[in-house]
């Protein structure tokens, strides 16, 4: 493959990968999926075949079509989203660039345009896989820079009839390329430049040993080291820049998650498969309140999951729960401050939520607000916890404490709040047992357990758990996430008990629900979600729209449950009652995965968690918390050490404390680093007498190798000679331009004009055969010796009128 194959290659893949960036922000697969057959189709039938090339006025006609789109979309949107129609025009230009005949100008464009894509993408709020990619990106764009300088290079400074360059290993031949007209000279002639005919040369070598024709293994590894310097600098640049705004950027489209098992309703059999969604709903990490370090939770034993309530739901009729009262922010009042009765045991929840379509917040209960001020609503009676409309379009991070847990585990008894309504008619209606919603065979069902167990009638605490464990434990019922046929004239939780017991967790729920309204045990439904999906990388753990639960929630007055362990608790004997958690649905299904995805998962998780708090949610309050604050501690710190005697003298006494026990290991460990040290230095050697060898007898090669040995001896020559004068090169400075900035002062301080070209000659005679593998002539070799003793003849007159002139 030939460098500009190379070339086309590596911007068809730049411009596909662009685009895909693009379309991850837009959440949309199809300009990707055409952008990516326009590469394909173009490298194969314009570049490669030349079947298919669309001439300049066609390419023009089609740009202001593809302009008209853009104007009518453009119209289309409104606000920030208008984002999307230039997205979309820069798509279509560089689909119909592609299918051009590719010329320098056209490189540069494509190059351009898929720079300005991921521009624009970048407005969009993106994922931590937009970051991998970016990185991916980093690297084809240098690399197409890179082979794309070295390709203009070469065409401009061809002259005509000269053959392409040689290919890279492995590549085939190619037909002799036109060489573009207009690069002469002032006198009239063509200019050679040093690597026309050649392949690029990427060396570390200072010595004058070249590296490997053609595009070589040196160049990834030249553009690897950039990418990396790029990153580091850009990483710097990033997180130590300061940020003058009080809110991260959120993106353009910051679109909403539509919520799939979770809603302020819940309809009998409308859920099923649907629920089996992995997407992320949030993240949650607990810590101390007291010392501030992460705290130790453990999953309930028995139904293994933490619960984090979002609403709750009263009145059931005809196979739908709903509550009666007013929903919504009409009635929703602010987060009041609470005050901290209980300062001891205090557990804080911070909780991460992504964007989703519905206000309600989650969080395990019971909740205490925190001094923070932050914009929480509730909803009286259904005590739901609510966030804005505008932040229900950005991922939210809210803090509340919690009093519900005992070392690590939840508690399942929770305090009643003084204007919750436990005796409310709704918690106590029974279920019916004789009109069109009759469930007689329910309550039998009830009773029948009820009866056997032959527990006391005011043992709500047993019952209540009795019935549970019979729902989730007898083998009678079955949790299925596949829907079932019911009996459309009997009530849908009537058929579940008598006709076909198998459900998922809506079913056991209600069931349980209106079996304790059966026993005169108040009852309603919890919405929310279950989880146990620990994230051990990251220290938290995860809910996704898969873990949305319902379970149930009794109502137990003080005398229910004085007497039991479970409310060996202060903040219970101080309540007027207590809600008991139940959850009678069955473990379902476990897709068992093994140890190596469920590690690759965690990874990509915590990685996505790094990225939504230290990248997308980068803003002056957290840079000040997570970089500045630790940074500015860190500092001071290290001074009151390094300061303070007491920490020096017990440092020194902890060393050598260190030294009388384990001196064994510290000289064994000295020995093997001493060993490692001397394995390098012997690599060290070996590498500098192969190159010293290589360097002797590279003359056995070759006519090309000899005259390139001999290239470097004369220009050596010209180096030493214009050093004479204090004339030496930059190490920025490439050889051309050193010998016009030499020649011109040569002549300015000689009063000689016709020595300005002679360093230019000499450095054009050594590019030829130090880069083009060329050997001079008898004449030519004549010209660059006549032309060194040119200049060392003028350098000496030069060297002794200056001494004449300082002498007394």
Avoid at 65 to 88: H, K, M
Avoid at 568 to 578: E, Q, T, V, Y
Avoid at 687 to 692: C, K, N, T, Y
Avoid at 702 to 712: D, E, F, L, N, T
Wanted: net charge positive; proline share 6%.
């Amino acid at each position: 493959m030939y460098l500009e194959r190379l070339l086309q290659i590596n911007i068809a893949t730049m411009a596909a990968l662009g685009t895909l960036l693009l379309g991850m922000g837009q959440r949309s697969p199809a300009l990707p999926l055409w952008m990516l057959t326009a590469a394909v189709a173009s490298v194969w039938l314009t570049d490669i075949s030349g079947w298919f090339r669309l001439n300049r006025t066609v390419t023009n006609v089609a740009a202001v079509a593809a302009f008209c789109v853009f104007l009518w979309q453009l119209s289309e949107l409104r606000g920030v989203v208008r984002i999307l129609a230039i997205g979309n025009l820069l798509v279509y230009l560089q689909i119909i660039l592609l299918f051009q005949e590719k010329e320098v100008r056209t490189y540069w464009q494509l190059a351009l345009l898929s720079l300005l894509q991921v521009v624009v993408a970048a407005a969009f709020r993106q994922q931590v896989l937009f970051g991998i990619l970016l990185v991916v990106y980093l690297f084809v764009g240098l690399s197409a820079l890179v082979l794309l300088f070295l390709h203009r290079e070469r065409s401009r400074h061809r002259p005509a009839g000269t053959p392409s360059p040689a290919p890279v290993a492995g590549g085939g031949h190619r037909g002799e390329s036109r060489a573009p007209t207009g690069h002469r000279a002032k006198h009239g002639r063509l200019v050679c430049w040093p690597l026309a005919g050649q392949g690029a040369i990427f060396t570390d070598s200072t010595c004058g040993h070249a590296g490997q024709a053609g595009v070589g293994r040196e160049l990834p590894g030249r553009v690897v080291r950039m990418v990396l310097g790029t990153l580091v600098l850009a990483s710097l640049v990033f997180f130590a820049l300061p940020r003058w705004g009080h809110h991260p950027w959120r993106g353009a489209m910051a679109a909403q998650r539509h919520s799939v098992g979770f809603s302020d309703t819940v309809k009998l059999g409308e859920l099923g498969r649907i629920i089996e969604n992995p997407e992320e709903v949030l993240r949650i990490q607990f810590f101390d309140d007291s010392t501030h370090e992460p705290y130790a939770v453990t999953a309930d034993p028995v139904t293994g999951g933490i619960y984090l309530r979002g609403t709750i739901l009263t009145h059931y009729e005809q196979g739908v729960w709903s509550y009666p009262g007013p929903m919504g922010f009409p009635t929703a009042a602010p987060l009041p401050p609470t005050a901290a009765r209980f300062t001891e045991g205090l557990v804080r929840q911070r909780i991460t939520i992504e964007p989703m379509d519905r206000p309600e917040l989650f969080c395990v209960w019971p909740f205490i607000s925190t001094p923070q001020r932050q914009p929480l609503y509730v909803a009286p009676g259904r005590r739901s916890l609510l966030r804005t409309d505008y932040d229900m379009a950005r991922r939210f991070v809210y803090e509340l404490a919690t009093t519900a847990f005992e070392e690590g585990l939840q508690a399942e008894l929770v305090p009643v709040s003084s204007d919750e309504p436990a005796h409310a008619w709704f918690l106590l209606t029974p279920p019916p047992t004789e009109g069109p919603q009759a469930m007689p065979r329910l309550v039998a069902l009830a009773d029948k357990w009820v009866d056997e167990s032959a527990l006391d009638a005011d043992d709500h605490f047993a019952r209540a758990h009795l019935l549970e464990r019979q729902l989730r434990d007898s083998g009678q019922f079955e949790y299925s996430l596949e829907g079932q046929a019911r009996d459309p004239s009997t009530d849908p939780i009537e058929d579940f008990i008598a006709n076909n017991p198998r459900g998922h967790c809506e079913y056991f729920a209600t069931a349980l629900v209106l079996m304790l309204r059966s026993q005169q045990i108040p009852a309603r439904l919890v919405v929310g979600y279950k989880t146990d999906e620990w994230n051990g990388m990251g220290s938290f753990f995860q809910v996704r729209q898969l873990h949305a639960h319902t379970w149930v929630e009794a109502y137990l007055e003080p005398r229910h449950f004085q007497n039991r362990p479970e409310a060996d608790n202060p903040r219970l004997s101080a309540s007027s009652g207590a809600w008991l958690r139940l959850d009678p649905t069955p473990t379902g299904s476990v897709i068992r995965v093994s140890r190596l995805l469920d590690m690759v998962g965690q990874s990509f998780d915590w990685l996505n968690f790094l990225w939504a708090n230290f990248v997308m949610e980068m803003d002056r309050p957290r840079q000040r918390q997570v970089i500045y604050d630790p940074l500015a501690d860190a500092l001071a710190g290290a001074a009151r050490r390094l300061t303070d005697l007491h920490w020096w003298r017990n440092t020194f006494a902890g060393l050598a404390s260190a030294l009388g026990t384990g001196i064994r290991n510290l000289i064994l460990g000295l020995a093997a680093l001493l060993g490692l040290i001397g394995l390098v230095a012997a690599y060290q050697v070996v590498r500098i007498v192969h190159r010293r060898w290589r360097s002797r007898f590279a003359g056995q090669a070759g006519p090309a190798s000899r005259s390139a040995a001999a290239g470097v001896e004369f220009y050596r020559r010209l180096e030493q000679t214009l050093a004479r004068l204090g004339l030496a090169r930059a190490p920025s400075e490439t050889q051309r331009e050193f010998a016009r900035q030499a020649g011109m002062k040569i002549a300015a301080s000689t009063g000689e004009y016709g020595l300005a070209d002679l360093p230019g000659h000499v450095v054009e005679a050594f590019y030829r055969v130090r880069f083009g593998g060329a050997t001079l002539e008898y004449p030519q070799a004549e010209a660059v010796e006549h032309a060194l003793k040119q200049l060392k003849q003028a350098v000496g007159s030069r060297q002794q009128a200056a001494g004449r002139g300082h002498a007394p």
